[in-house]
């Protein structure tokens, strides 16, 4: 389902199904009545084996504002006694990563990160005129979840509704198309960053392209036709 909407208005859903919430909606924690808080295009996803929908408001911006729950990729760019310095995006203000922020982090057992280093994590606080916090585990369970260091791979800037589709729309092809082609691994972060990384060199390389391509052009039914040529001109280049 996908619906225009504004800024308070009625969020319409069932609120007897359970919902997961993404970017542009807000639930109060006092009431829990749930609200839009940008103007875009609403979709909810049709409920998944858990019976769980997806929702989110796809809205136009450029810049990235934390937000509870959001998956991000950020580069270290500090250090400090207890906790790193993290940009999710260039330009903007930065957001703070402690070293208990990690599965199994203790005093005398803590990460030891680099500057430059790039991280998978999860905004745990985002409130006015304070600075962000993510963490680079699940809080429920204490387990990693996917988060953590990012080793070798590329990282590639998109669009930020490029980012969301691609997290949230189950429907999007983009990974589809690439798994067709290569076994990779991906890290989808909501600030506008994609890392991505396969057994080799040129197949990362096939990814990146394709990836840039896609956002780029935007239009889905085009997707397979890059990826062929992209992996096709990689492959080429290889022999040669």
Same mark, same amino acid.
């Given at each position: 389902m996908s619906t225009f909407i504004f800024p308070g208005d009625s969020f319409p859903v =069932?609120?007897?199904t359970p919902v997961k919430l993404g970017? &542009?909606?807000y639930c109060d924690p006092n009431t829990q009545e749930i609200r839009p808080v940008n103007t875009g295009v609403l979709h909810v996803s049709a409920k998944g084996k858990s019976g769980v929908q997806t929702a989110y408001i796809d809205y136009s911006s450029k810049r990235y504002i934390p937000s509870v729950n959001d998956f991000v990729i950020g580069v270290i760019? &500090?250090?400090?006694?207890d906790s790193y310095k993290v940009s999710l995006q260039n330009f903007s203000s930065s957001v703070?990563?402690? *070293?208990?922020?990690f599965p199994n982090a203790s005093k005398k057992n803590r990460p030891t990160l680099q500057v430059g280093d790039?991280? *998978?994590a999860r905004v745990c606080t985002a409130e006015k005129e304070l600075e962000a916090e993510i963490e680079c585990f699940d809080s429920t369970t &204490?387990? =990693?979840? &996917?988060?953590g260091i990012l080793e070798d791979g590329m990282i590639i800037d998109v669009n930020l509704n490029f980012a969301r589709q691609l997290l949230f729309n189950n429907d999007f092809p983009l990974l589809k198309v690439l798994a067709a082609h290569t076994k990779f691994e991906v890290a989808i972060g909501l600030n506008g960053k994609i890392w991505v990384k396969c057994e080799e060199l040129s197949n990362t390389?096939?990814? *990146?392209r394709t990836i840039m391509e896609c956002c780029q052009k935007n239009d889905t039914a085009a997707f397979k036709d890059i990826a062929k040529r992209q992996f096709k001109e990689i492959l080429t280049v290889k022999e040669e």
């Amino acid at each position: 389902m996908s619906t225009f909407i504004f800024p308070g208005d009625s969020f319409p859903v =069932d609120p007897t199904t359970p919902v997961k919430l993404g970017p &542009g909606i807000y639930c109060d924690p006092n009431t829990q009545e749930i609200r839009p808080v940008n103007t875009g295009v609403l979709h909810v996803s049709a409920k998944g084996k858990s019976g769980v929908q997806t929702a989110y408001i796809d809205y136009s911006s450029k810049r990235y504002i934390p937000s509870v729950n959001d998956f991000v990729i950020g580069v270290i760019i &500090g250090t400090f006694s207890d906790s790193y310095k993290v940009s999710l995006q260039n330009f903007s203000s930065s957001v703070s990563l402690s *070293y208990m922020a990690f599965p199994n982090a203790s005093k005398k057992n803590r990460p030891t990160l680099q500057v430059g280093d790039l991280v *998978y994590a999860r905004v745990c606080t985002a409130e006015k005129e304070l600075e962000a916090e993510i963490e680079c585990f699940d809080s429920t369970t &204490g387990r =990693d979840a &996917g988060f953590g260091i990012l080793e070798d791979g590329m990282i590639i800037d998109v669009n930020l509704n490029f980012a969301r589709q691609l997290l949230f729309n189950n429907d999007f092809p983009l990974l589809k198309v690439l798994a067709a082609h290569t076994k990779f691994e991906v890290a989808i972060g909501l600030n506008g960053k994609i890392w991505v990384k396969c057994e080799e060199l040129s197949n990362t390389l096939a990814c *990146y392209r394709t990836i840039m391509e896609c956002c780029q052009k935007n239009d889905t039914a085009a997707f397979k036709d890059i990826a062929k040529r992209q992996f096709k001109e990689i492959l080429t280049v290889k022999e040669e």
